[in-house]
């Protein structure tokens, strides 16, 4: 007999996408509906439903996965449900108006792994993706969950767990890719004054904007994070371990929890783990959402209770961390990496990868690209299979013009370095960063001047304060960048911005400050004619900076297609535009304030940015 | 929930691991197609598909695919099933019931010799020109 709900036996496995992104585009109102409908079928004894963690392919949420068959369909709606029940899920029919068509094409790709945007993806960090509710720890267990724990605990010493993590040359995901094996050695040797115990710390401050990886990680397979810092504590000898994620991801926080009681419940954590004698718990830690406690002495200070603010180093956490003791930080995806490595062996994960950088890179895809979503890619792998073949390119037909990595602490790649392939040292090479794994894609609309003010302000906004060249320098960065994008540039500031950008790089105190610079100074190198076309011919080639922009009526235009509409004239709050219904319009240049509104509101494309 | 040793660990994996089989994709040994038409669901068809997934619950298989279709054709002979073992042409039942399916189950889908008693024919309609 089946000793628990999930040991029953369906002919269909509905994995319906539970990440936010699907949630918040009423994914469980749309397994409401299905669960509806099923029991009017009366299907509950056949098909089962399964809610899973964040599927990737984000762009096509909501999102659902029919097993046995890999039956992708996407944009699902409630109203869907009825008709899908009754054709596919009763009679076998699979529905073809709800699955994938790819761009310029007729014919839908019924099954996940024949779509381009899967195809050249490898799991490792995301290997349960789709396949279990990240809320029943059966269905983590089912999938090899803790079997690397077991061995860990009962066929490992401490020393041999860290060879093995050496060997696979596994380096920190979080952005900086210090070798995990090396950083676990270090706590593990470190002395911990007035004797006492060691920490464990997982970092889930996720903050780079437009990334979602750590977020997704957790919400879908918890189970593989927790694994990993039980098997981190017994190679460091620590006896607990934290888990400090932000309170805005709301869903991790939730599957966390369950997680974490699951494990407990089930003697994977706590005292006397698997009946081995090894005692280690983990504690989820809130964080306000300061992009500064992503650092790791801020962090550190945070859990403690005390303000979010970093302090010099050395002391590394290893030697003094979390009240004053040895401490191991690693980030959510180095964690999850863990089990497989001990599991499958420091060889195979060797095997996926460059030279210096193993294993693979989970990246948040966003921007101006057509396949948005959560990708996990194996190092090495070039920016132009992610961007072409996995990301399906740029959207609408723009050219590509370069891609952000690594956030506000990363910079711009330009397209000529398109083939650049994705490792920790080419990143950084070309001026920018792996970073946790933001990327987000620009196109020939996008002004690398405005970017790089973007993600200044962001750091200005973010800087804590506590060293003056953050807290000046961002801001003094800024002011500048605001005052080129306003047409207000004068020729010596590119120097200016560029000094500044260096001293900042050089004298601030924490990781944020002296990443801060590197979006302007990757746009400085690679995009220098954009600044000097701000600056010298008070142009804005991408036509974003709207102050520097000129709008003018084409007459013809606007007579011929339009007949005169008057929806300019009636929407300018300046009154800058001249005409009557039927006539052709004119601006007023003395009078527009480059709000641009006329261009926004005409229907004809009579208006013309120059 | 009790706390588990290592030993149990292993074994909830392998109880917990083939009631997900569906999800990963791998070789069947046969796929059984119960045709799920009105007239199939009104005949009985429903119960054929019950008794056939409890069958395979109650032996713990992982390797036998349940699946449904819409009408075949030939009302008259529901509830119907189809059977697809590897290498092998489907052979087509009539005239079904649970205790019919479950001797299907045992004798052909594992036993591999076609209950002639039951059969229709072998050999499945045309899809393509």
Known sequence: ?610 | MPKLTIDELAKMRDRTRRTMIPREGGEFRAKVNVHMGTCGIAAGARTVMTALIEEVERRGLTDVLLTSSGCAGLCSREPMMTVETAGKPPVKYVNLDAAKAREILERHVLGGSIVQAYALGVGSEKTDA
């Open chain 1, 1 to 610: 007999m089946p000793e628990t709900a999930t040991e029953k036996t369906y002919r269909l496995h509905l994995m319906v996408c539970a990440g936010t992104g699907c949630v918040s585009n009423h994914a469980f109102e749309i397994k409401t509906a299905l669960e509806e409908e099923i029991r009017k079928h009366k299907l509950e004894r056949e098909v089962t439903i399964v809610p899973t963690g964040c599927n990737g392919f984000c762009e096509r949420g909501p999102i659902m996965v029919v097993q046995p068959g890999n039956i992708f369909y996407q944009h699902l709606s409630v109203k869907d449900v009825p008709h899908l029940v009754e054709e596919h899920f009763l009679k076998g029919r699979p529905v073809a108006k709800l699955m994938y068509v790819p761009p310029a094409e007729k014919t839908p790709v019924p099954v996940l792994g024949d779509i381009p945007f899967f195809k050249k993806q490898v799991l490792v960090a995301l290997r349960n993706r789709g396949l279990i509710d990240p809320e029943k720890i059966e269905e983590s267990i089912a999938r090899d969950g803790y079997k690397a724990l077991a061995k860990a605990l009962t066929g490992m010493t401490p020393e041999a767990i860290i060879a093995e993590v050496s060997r696979s040359g596994l380096r920190g995901r979080g952005g900086a890719g210090f070798p995990t094996g090396l950083k676990w050695q270090l706590v593990r040797s470190a002395v911990s004054p007035n004797g006492g115990g060691r920490y464990i710390v997982c970092n889930g401050d996720e903050g780079d904007p437009g990334a979602f990886m750590d977020r997704s990680i957790l919400e879908a397979d918890p189970h593989s994070v927790i694994e990993g810092m039980v098997i981190g504590a017994k190679a460091i000898g620590a006896t607990a371990g934290f888990v400090y994620v932000r309170n805005e991801y709301p869903l991790a926080v939730a599957r966390l929890g369950v997680a974490l009681e699951q494990a407990r419940a089930y003697g994977l954590l706590g005292t006397d783990i698997l009946g081995t004698g090894f005692d280690f718990d983990i504690q989820i830690k809130r964080g306000a959402g300061a992009f500064v406690c992503g650092e790791e002495t801020a962090l550190i200070a945070s859990i403690e209770g005390r303000l979010g603010e970093p302090r010099p180093r050395p002391p590394y956490p290893a030697q003094s961390g979390l009240w004053g003791k040895p401490t191991c930080i690693n980030n959510v995806e180095t964690w999850a990496n863990v089990p497989l490595i001990i599991d499958r062996g420091s060889a195979w994960f060797a095997g996926i990868g460059t030279a210096t950088s193993k294993g693979t890179k989970v990246f948040s895809l966003v921007g101006k690209i057509n396949n948005t979503g959560l990708v996990e890619v194996p190092m090495g792998i070039s920016l132009r299979e992610i961007i072409y073949e996995i990301g399906g390119g740029i959207p609408a037909g723009k050219a590509f013009k370069a891609v952000q990595t690594g956030g506000p602490s990363g910079g711009c790649i330009p397209k000529e370095q398109i083939d650049l392939p994705i490792d920790y040292e080419s990143l950084a090479a070309a001026g920018s960063m792996m970073g946790s794994g933001g990327m987000v894609v620009m196109d020939e609309d996008t002004c690398m001047v405005d970017v790089a003010r973007y993600f200044l302000s962001f750091t200005r906004d973010e800087s804590c304060g506590k060293c003056t060249p953050c807290r000046e320098g961002t801001k003094a960065m800024l002011d500048i960048l605001t005052r080129i994008t306003e047409g207000k540039g004068v020729p010596e500031d590119i120097v200016l911005l560029e000094d500044l950008a260096r001293a900042v790089k050089d004298t601030a105190l924490c990781g944020l400050g002296k990443t801060a610079p590197n979006p302007v100074l990757t746009t400085l190198r690679y995009f220098r004619d954009e600044y000097e076309a701000h600056i010298e011919r008070r142009k804005c080639p991408a036509h974003v900076c709207r102050q520097l922009n000129v709008y003018t009526i084409d007459p013809d235009l606007c007579l011929a297609k339009g007949k005169g509409c008057d929806v300019c004239r009636r929407n300018c709050a300046s009154e800058a535009i001249r005409g009557e219904k039927g006539q052709a319009h004119a601006v007023l240049q003395d009078k527009c304030i480059k709000c641009g509104v006329c261009a926004d509101v005409c229907a004809f494309g009579a208006v013309r940015v120059e």
